[in-house]
């Protein structure tokens, strides 16, 4: 589901840049307190000494400014920009998929004309993965109207799929689009990405802008390649202290989403740095942007590092303008956080910011795990819920449904080897486990889907999930119940069929 692209409520920049965050926390290693450095609000948890930081280049801008202002700054061609302020940006790539994609392409063909051309056949890219292998006859016209724009369009980037009985005679099908963006070197440091899709902040990994918009903004960039935009004033998250091995990114961001809440930062970018994500891979801080989101966030973001470039090379051929957060620049907000002190978390039914620690919720008895999604199902993922099922030895009690984000990582759950597995693949380990059998690469059941969609809650069960969003319904039945979890929590899950910290497995 998109956001708007400009906000309709007064910039509340001014009002809470003096404020001081305040909100109970559910885990007791969780402490806070705030405290004033200037007119910066800051929430401290637990944080350990700070190291002294690199100075950030300015780049050719003359005031100091945050890595999201400098990258609208870049793209709107202005040298200096401020929060609140509306700009029109030139767009570096704009995405959609097979749910909105019809609607994109029809008020495009509405505004500009049945023979209108796209701006740049270049910078679009069109990924069908929500709604595939069903049978329903609209989801799957959707897919035909995109195949026919695609072609009349001379679209260079459309990951088709033509054969549904068999996803891998589809070279050019690729899956859940987030993750194919990424794969296929469209998220690139300092550019402007925008998507039909909430989650598109999932770029911000590559120190990208990358951001949700509704259709009607995207049939306009289709035309013109530009928006307005409304620069959101950005949050800070200094994350530091060592990852303990029981923990994912999914934990971290669960953890802020409870901390700062579903509303914490409407129509702010979150920032996140610090020694804990400079050690992150590029699929943890994917899963770290991809839900901002679900604390209302335009955007999330990641200073582009030596990790990104080395994940980058061999993707893209584009010269890419990584952008840094300037020494001086202004937060609204920063937060500090121990990572070391931290423990596995969920998000208990039906809200994102419904914060638990896995091990206050081991009463209850779940009917499913599902393993899959943007935030998910990625090759890292699955490596981590199959190093669950190998410490354990053991057999799932629960059905458990395991959906590959892209066909890429469909293929890394067959051939890649599990450290310290002795070669077997997660895909063999999946099977001594008693897990179904992993499906096509597509969204599956994170958004429900039709009836006939692989693994959709049908029945109003208790299901422990690595997706996103937990709200009534978003998966299938209104009253299934959904616990949103790390991939190391949903497969101790699975192995003991109610909600289990992966302590009890891992050490
Ligand atoms: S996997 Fe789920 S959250 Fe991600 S794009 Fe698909 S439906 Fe949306």
């Known amino acids: 589901m998109a956001s708007s692209a400009i906000a309709s409520t007064p ?48 780049g050719s801008v003359k005031r100091a400014m945050t890595m999201t202002e400098k990258i609208l700054a870049r793209a709107s061609e202005r040298s200096k920009l401020e929060p ?66 695609c072609k009349e369009q001379n679209i260079k980037y459309f ?24 794969q296929e070197g469209h998220c690139r440091p300092g550019e402007v990405l925008l998507g039909t899709d909430s989650h598109t902040c999932n770029a911000g990994a590559f120190g990208q802008f990358a951001t949700g918009i509704g259709n009607t903004d995207a049939g306009f960039v289709v035309g013109t390649g530009k928006l307005l935009l409304k620069v959101p004033p950005t949050l800070r998250f200094v994350l530091d202290g060592e990852m303990p091995n029981f923990l994912l990114a999914k934990d971290l961001i669960l953890q802020i989403i409870g901390e700062i809440s579903v509303s914490g930062a409407t129509y702010k970018s979150m920032e996140f740095v610090g020694s804990t994500v400079e050690s992150l891979t590029m699929e943890e801080r994917m899963t770290l942007c991809n839900m901002v989101v679900e604390a209302g966030g335009k955007n999330g973001v990641v200073p582009a590092d030596q990790t990104t470039f080395n994940y980058l090379e061999g993707k893209t051929s584009l010269n890419i303008g990584p952008v840094y957060s300037d020494e001086q620049a202004s937060f609204l907000q920063e937060y500090k956080f121990d ?50 099922f190998l410490a ?26 599990v450290p310290g597995s002795g070669g077997k693949t997660c895909s063999q380990i999946f099977e001594e486990a008693g897990c179904d059998t992993p499906a096509s ?22 299901c422990v999930s690595t997706t996103n969003r937990n709200f009534p319904g978003r998966m299938g039945h209104k009253e299934g119940q959904i616990y949103l979890a790390s991939p190391y929590t949903a497969a101790a899950s699975a192995l003991t069929g109610f909600v289990t910290d992966p302590r009890d497995f891992l050490q």
């Open 339 to 388: 990572v070391s002190k931290l423990e596995p978390v969920v998000a208990k039914p039906h809200s994102p910011d419904n914060r638990a620690l896995a091990r206050e919720c081991k009463d209850v008895k779940i009917d499913r795990v599902y393993i899959g999604s943007c935030t998910g199902g990625k090759t890292e993922d699955f490596l981590a819920a199959a190093k669950v």
């Open 84 to 149: 609140g302020e509306n700009v029109w940006v030139n767009v570096d790539v704009l995405m959609t998929h097979d749910v909105c994609g019809p609607g994109t392409i029809g008020i495009f063909k509405k505004e500009f004309g049945e023979n209108a051309k796209v701006w740049d056949r270049e910078k679009i890219v069109i990924i069908p993965d929500h709604y595939i292998f069903t049978t329903d006859e609209r989801a799957n016209r959707n897919v035909d109207i995109l195949r026919d724009f």
């Open 11 to 58: 910039n509340p920049f001014l009002k809470q840049k003096e404020s001081c965050f305040s909100t109970a926390s559910s885990s007791p290693s969780f402490s806070k307190k705030c405290k004033r450095r200037g007119s910066k609000a800051v929430v401290a948890v637990m944080a350990p000494p700070q190291p002294q930081r690199p100075p950030s280049s300015t």
């Open 441 to 462: 690469p597509n969204c599956g059941a994170c958004l429900g889907g039709p009836r006939d969609t692989y693994a959709r809650m049908n029945e109003p069960q208790v």
């Open 159 to 182: 990951y088709d799929i033509k054969d549904l009985s068999d996803f891998k005679a589809n070279p050019d099908y690729k899956g859940v689009c987030h993750i194919a963006l990424a």
């Open 392 to 417: 354990s030895g053991k057999k799932v009690k629960v059905p458990t449904f395991l959906v590959p984000a892209t066909q890429k990582v469909w293929v890394d759950v067959y051939t890649l080897p």
